[in-house]
């Protein structure tokens, strides 16, 4: 068997190997590292493979989110809902920006935003909602969709877990709201071989608000009109991402079919709660394959883990309410049933498109064993 990893880059590299040195070598020899033309053409393979009208690269996930709210031209003190839920990145910007992070509970179901919390919440200054498609699943965008409309909020998807995902109305996760935002971090379900992120929308205004920020707020050279700052995806990640983005579909379904193998070796287990999927996997791409450990030994379950040399994550230990960093007086621990819940219960397994049966077959062994006596 081969080593278990959580993701498996270097067996990945393999495959794309030819293609990924030579445009690699090439933009060396050319020196083309900032803006050359391999960026503008993956961005122009992206807003295909998406079906967007723009894509604006910049350096990380992080700052995608950062620079779509920055895009909208808000007010210290603004509102914005988000899931209580999520790594840190999507809260974290809110705050840099003065805005107020608003908390909401999730779905048990789906680990994803909570429609009903979200109403409760909307006050005169919410502006936006940042629904996160989180472990791969498309949230409820029908739902968020219709709420922002009614409320006149924007709507801001945090895509960086999701994708490739395929919503019901036929739209690709991250289209679907006003901005959508992704992280090409390398073990993102589509990664570089360094720090990436991009912005996606289909408002032309805001597209072009954007494109200034990300460059120190010029729209034309020197005249600098908005407070922007300085976040670029580089030639050499380009040319990675342009390597691997003809295979994101093929990486997906293989997650997929790891997912429905350690879902059936899993179903007999009375202790464990598989993921749910709905709409026939589309709006799924399993960046991470979560279970639910139900009779409180999911701590016991990670260090048995250890001892058997099976790398897993708990994603994530903490919700963001309880953090030193986001904790606020006005959060009542009654608020956050599940998110405190999940927090308890999650753990994720290895889950890439490299992961062999055999690997799959040794930790549900492994797992189902555990839980037995
Ligand atoms: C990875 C991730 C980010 C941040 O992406 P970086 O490229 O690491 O800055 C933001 N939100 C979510 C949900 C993520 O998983």
New binding site residues.
């Given amino acids: 068997m081969k080593k278990l990893q959580m993701v498996d880059l270097q067996t990945q590299y393999e495959f794309i190997k030819d293609q990924v040195d030579s445009t690699v070598l090439d933009i060396f020899k050319r020196g083309t590292f900032i803006n050359g033309p391999t960026v503008k053409e993956f961005q122009s393979d992206l807003e295909k493979y998406l079906n967007v009208k723009h894509v604006i690269p910049c350096a ?4 995608a ?1 950062q620079i779509a709210l920055m895009s909208l031209g808000l007010k210290p003190g603004d509102e914005i809902i988000t899931s209580d839920f ?2 840190a ?2 809260v974290e910007v809110i705050a840099l920006l003065q805005l107020k992070p608003v908390l909401v509970d999730i779905e048990e179901n789906t680990f994803n935003i909570n429609c009903e919390e979200i109403l409760k919440s909307i006050t005169p200054k919410t502006k936006a909602i940042i629904p ?1 498609h ?1 472990f791969g699943q498309i949230a409820n965008m029908e739902e968020v969709i219709k709420i922002a409309k009614n409320h006149n909020l924007k709507v801001i998807e ?1 895509n ?2 999701a994708i490739g995902a395929t919503y019901k109305t036929n739209q690709k996760s991250g289209t679907i709201g006003d901005i959508g935002t992704t ?3 390398p073990s ?1 379900n589509l990664g570089c071989y360094g ?3 991009a912005i996606f929308t289909n408002d032309d205004s805001i597209a072009h608000i954007i494109r200034g920020i990300v460059n120190h707020g010029m729209y034309k050279r020197y005249h600098h009109d908005v407070v922007g700052v300085n976040s670029r995806l580089d030639s050499v990640q380009a040319a990675v991402l342009r390597a691997k983005l003809p295979l994101l579909d093929f990486y997906n379904e293989r997650r997929k079919e790891a997912a429905i193998k350690y879902s059936i070796r899993f179903k007999d287990n009375k202790n464990l709660k598989t993921p749910i999927v709905y709409d026939n996997c589309q709006s799924h791409v399993f ?1 991470q394959y979560t279970l639910r450990v139900l009779n409180n030994k999911r701590d016991e379950l990670s260090n048995y883990l250890n001892d058997n040399g099976i790398p897993h994550g708990i994603y994530y230990p903490i919700p963001l309410h309880k953090q030193k960093a986001y904790s606020d007086d006005r959060y009542n621990e009654e608020n956050f049933k599940i998110s405190i819940m999940m927090s308890k219960q999650v753990i994720s397994l290895p889950m890439h498109s490299e992961l062999q049966d055999d690997q799959i077959d040794f930790i549900s062994e492994k797992i189902n064993c555990f839980f037995k006596d």
């Fill in positions: 990380n996930g992080t700052d989110l999520t790594f990145a999507t996160v989180l945090d960086a877990q992280s090409f971090f993102k720090d990436g992120g960046h």
